[in-house]
């Protein structure tokens, strides 16, 4: 499989990253230029309201609204991290780790948040989920920071290891390597992408990790409540941390100041990869240049097609997304109906996977594909949705075929589903419906063309039209251009421009400049 990253970066819109597997589109991520609440960011909390009937507590950090912290989300050793916020803002605590820190007891896991927290206190909290529509983020208070190779947890001694990896012999290894380097008071989450590496790689990283918890700590003591302490990487940097294998061929960038900083990052974590970031300098639009403007609009929308003749038709509501599978003009030939619902069946759950990853829909989906009588069939098919949903990064669970032949799945929803708008307003009428009389147009043409004449003295005029327009314009043996040329004394070029729309024209000079009315 070959995979390549696409990254588009403009002062306007902020960075768009596409990340492409065998030359098809399977994530497509953006990254506001504005956006101060990304997922991993940590910030000092104020609590502002204490819900005894949620069992939650909404917290200011600096979002228009409150942000919102359930006590199962508190963490175990939320206790110590009060204990240690208290300390920094006093000033009494000198070191930069936790390695003098006494750690209180764990919290009940059924205890009541209005035991632990009260209104104005002081919590760095992380930010789990983006604001999403109208509600605010989603918080946690059981902190960690994201390395390449691990995850580093502090208030705790545990190693646990990445469910990904099966070999017994390797991850005994592993913890033996993390449990000899990890400083006291912290826990590591060994990731998938440590398999294999030695020593040296994963201490270099837990350094990089325990270096940006001293970085937080300092930060701490002088930080603003609602402010935010210490943030997580750029949308590009945590993709390649993430996702960065050898698999991957090219990493094409348009902008000279995040080539650099992406082509630093993949040399500081993978030197052997640096050669593959590029930096794109053709005019074209790096999406038009390598086709993914075209898949984006291909590939989003309510109806999508696939390559046999079916289609998927996804519908969107709050609480859930529904995705029905239909045969369209796909006749079965040699196949009797079942064998033909089944293959239906499995090229559509290989675009479902896809789709759930290209606009990040979250929440619960329902898919209900064509009905199959024979249980072996469903069976095979609740195996192939499992196999192309392998490759998800997104927390997951898929649920078997019901009674009705629905398929549910639950898919993490942490960041706004992508959504781009497929139909274009009509450059003609400007979306109202409805556009100028054609009968006023050339009323419309001869009076600028006037005014650029006689009150501009413009020369070499040409005038650009549809082509019904122009034939109009042209047509007969004293044809209105003729007139013009009579009356004002100047021949006017005629060029026909196909793409224009019928009440549409423009003038440009004898340089080839447009003349702007």
Known sequence: MVKEL??????????????????????LNKEQADNNFAVGDIYLGRIKKIMPGLNAAFVDVGYEKDAFLHYLDLGPQVQSLLKLTRIVKNGSYQEKLLNSLKLEKDIDKAGKISDILSRNLLLPVQIAKEPISTKGPRLSSDLSIAGRFVVLVPFSSTVSISKRIKGSAERNRLKKIVESIKPPNFGVIIRTVSEGKGVDELQKDLLDLISKWELFTK???????????????????????????????????????????????????????????????????????????????ASFGKTVNLQGGAYLVIEHTEALHVVDVNSGNRIASKENQEENALLVN????????????????????????????????????????????????????????????????????????????????????????????????????????????????EKGITLCVHPYIGAYITSGLFSIRLKWFFKY?????????????????????????????
Not at 219 to 248: C, H, N, W, Y
Request: proline fraction near 4%; charged fraction near 30%; aromatic fraction near 8%.
């Open 489 to 517: 004394g100047k021949w006017i070029k005629i060029k026909d421009i196909s793409s224009y729309y019928l009440t549409q024209f423009r003038f440009f000079n004898s340089k080839e400049e447009e003349i702007k009315l």
């Open 6 to 27: 696409i990254i588009d970066s403009t002062p306007d819109k902020g960075v768009t990253i596409a990340l492409l597997q065998d030359k098809q589109l399977v994530e």
């Open 346 to 457: 499995k090229e559509a759950a290989k675009e479902i996977a896809r789709q759930l990853r290209l606009r990040d829909m979250g929440g619960i989906v329902v898919i209900d594909f064509i009905d199959m009588h024979k249980p072996a069939n469903r069976k095979e098919l609740y195996g192939f949705l499992k196999e192309c949903m392998a490759n998800d990064r997104a927390k997951h669970t898929i649920l078997p075929p019901s009674k009705f032949g629905l398929v549910q799945i639950t898919r993490q929803r942490v960041r706004p589903e992508m959504s781009v708008v497929t139909n274009e307003k009509c450059p003609a009428c400007g979306g109202t419906g409805e556009i100028r009389s054609s009968i006023v147009l050339l009323d419309d043409i001869e009076s600028n063309l006037s005014y650029i004449l006689q009150e501009q003295n």
């Open 219 to 297: 930060r701490l003591k002088s930080v603003e409540p609602a402010q935010k302490v210490l943030g997580e990487m750029d949308r590009a940097s945590t993709i390649l941390r993430d996702i960065l294998t050898d698999e991957f061929t090219h990493i094409h960038v348009n902008d000279h100041a995040l080539y650099e900083e992406v082509k630093s990052y993949v040399q500081e974590i993978s030197p052997d990869l640096e050669k593959i970031v590029k930096l794109y300098k053709h005019k074209e639009p790096i999406f038009d240049h390598f086709g993914i403007e075209k898949q984006i609009k």
